[in-house]
């Protein structure tokens, strides 16, 4: 049965309505056989991973490569008194034996960063990550499993260049809206803006902030397990 993901208009392609698509064609491939749902599921992700997520919000941009890099290279330059850096091994332009989701694509750095003072640590991955010239920072959990945010996302905020994050639980619970507002909580919202290092004397207050990050996202994904 081919996939019937309804067509967006221009105008119609907001990230909601995506959303929705998506949950539509998750339920779908869970009703049907294993071969039929992976190929429903890589047709979808193929197909948004054309779209402009961009034009959803005024003024957003995505990450440009060069920033990418330059924001590889503040990292690696860097010094920071409460954070360890470790440098992953780039082979051929990609990162081998990482995770499934990282073989064979294009990437630009990887490292490994530990908080010293609390033991504990993600690692961080630029990286090509639906093969496609558009950039991320991918960031993995310190055992690997999966992803605690995937950031494309940029704004300039008074002039100054900010990534945009928005945290959008889909777990199929029931319990989003308690995610939600526990995520608020903490932040304030659920659109994270933080401001990107101009040097690798800012990478400091950019990691504590990504790590703050990483933390409260999976904190909020289990916040329905403390009451339940």
Not at 106 to 115: D, S
Request: aromatic share 12%.
């Amino acid at each position: 049965m081919p996939l019937k993901l309804r067509k967006l208009s221009e105008d119609d392609r907001c990230s909601d309505t995506i959303a929705f698509e998506i949950m539509k064609a998750v339920r779908m491939g869970h009703e049907s056989n294993t071969a039929t749902k992976f190929t429903k599921r890589a047709f979808l992700f193929n197909q948004l991973s054309k779209y402009n997520w961009s034009k959803d919000i005024k003024g957003i941009s995505t990450l440009e490569k060069d920033q990418a890099i330059f924001l590889a290279n503040c990292i690696e330059t860097s010094n920071p008194s409460h954070f360890g850096i470790k440098k992953l091994e780039i082979i051929n332009g990609s990162l081998p034996k990482f995770h499934q989701w990282t073989n064979g694509k294009p990437t630009l750095a990887a490292y490994e960063v530990t908080r010293t003072d609390i033991d504990t640590g993600y690692y961080f991955v630029f990286i090509d990550w639906h093969r496609n010239d558009n950039y991320y920072l991918v960031i993995y959990a310190h055992d690997r499993s999966t992803t605690c945010a995937e950031i494309r996302q940029t704004q300039e905020i008074d002039g100054v260049p900010h990534i945009i994050w928005a945290y959008k639980p889909f777990k199929r619970d029931g319990k989003n809206d308690q995610r939600k507002a526990y995520f608020k909580q903490m932040f304030g919202s659920t659109t994270v803006q933080i401001q990107l290092p101009s040097s690798s004397l800012d990478v400091e207050v950019f990691l504590s902030q990504m790590f703050k990050l990483c933390q409260n996202r999976i904190k909020a994904d289990r916040i329905v397990e403390v009451f339940d």
